[in-house]
């Protein structure tokens, strides 16, 4: 049965913060485990203490919950005590100085060169030629430079000073409108530089499509002759990469993913990596040197003689 006080805080969140319902199950669910916690360590849900709130989230670790898990929990326990101590109900909220156990950073996913390779290379003969020609030059700009898929739907066709970013195909230049609002000048290779080219010749055959063509000053168009949105580049790269023949659809940030990591395989430049992704802290770029470990690792693993011997053994 189900504690009055959680059932009084579910109400809350419900009806008065108006949460979504799926929301207030797992509130429900969470705050289950807190009363039979507090109910097997003798003590009401108003009795318990930091230290009780610490034990919980030790032993929640030592079973093989995650810390983003515990985390989460956590923050459902400490909205309930935010709750009560309005209610007059407690005077500390034990869960206020409690954080949960560091969760290890996830490495972001990254293709191999040659899936990046056969990715970009891929052409869809089954595709209209402009949206072919479209999807090609985005796939060459999110792996060839590295830009964030915002800074990519964000460029305009020709530089002015309300333009987000823009290309300068001559200097072989992409400038962007980072995070932060900070602006950046990024290499845009050859490859890129010619798929953008095919694109220009043909970008104008999807205003004249139109009933109603009107100037758009977006570099990307969609089929109402609109700028294009992530929405669309998230949907069409998925197909374009299944349909390339990678074994898992491919998301905008994964490429950028892989021109870092594959950046820094072949130059090993920190710093120089951080300027082209646009980094604030040099601790972002870092995440890639354990990317590209982990792809060392693996290599060993597969090719040293020595990598599979077991312990004490000689041959």
Do not use: C
């Amino acid at each position: 049965m189900i504690d009055p006080l959680v059932q009084r805080y579910l109400d809350h969140v419900r009806f008065e913060k108006r949460l979504a319902e799926r929301t207030v199950t797992l509130y429900g669910l969470d705050l289950a485990k807190l009363a039979d916690l507090a109910a097997a360590a003798g003590v009401g849900l108003t009795e318990v203490q930091p230290a009780h709130i610490r034990r919980w989230a030790a032993q929640m670790h030592s079973g093989g919950r995650s810390g983003r898990g515990i985390a989460l929990i956590l923050s459902g326990w400490r909205g309930f005590y935010t709750w009560l101590g309005h209610e007059g109900l407690v005077q500390v909220n034990p869960v206020l100085n409690v954080r949960s156990p560091k969760a290890a950073k996830p490495l972001p996913k990254a293709l191999t060169v040659d899936d990046a390779v056969q990715l970009a290379s891929f052409q869809n003969e089954s595709d209209k030629p402009w949206l072919e020609a479209r999807d090609a030059a985005l796939v060459e700009l999110l792996y060839g430079s590295g830009l964030r898929l915002a800074e990519v739907t964000g460029l305009d066709v020709v530089a002015s000073a309300s333009a987000r970013g823009w290309l300068d195909l001559q200097a072989g230049e992409a400038h962007v409108l980072g995070k932060g609002s900070k602006r950046r000048i990024v290499p845009v290779g050859s490859q890129a530089v010619a798929a953008v080219q095919r694109w220009l010749a043909v970008r104008d055959q999807g205003l004249a499509r139109l009933s109603e063509p009107t100037q758009q000053a977006a570099l990307f168009i969609g089929r109402n002759g609109t700028r294009l949105s992530a929405q669309s580049v998230w949907k069409r790269l998925q197909s374009r990469s299944l349909q390339a023949g990678l074994a898992a659809p491919v998301h905008p940030h994964m490429l950028r993913h892989s021109f870092a990591s594959h950046v820094l395989q072949s130059s090993s430049d920190l710093r120089g990596v951080q300027e082209l992704l646009g980094h604030a802290n040099i601790s972002t770029t870092q995440i890639y040197t354990r990317l590209d470990f982990g792809h060392l690792t693996k290599a060993y693993d597969a090719a040293h003689p020595r990598a599979h011997l077991k312990p004490g053994s000689s041959k």
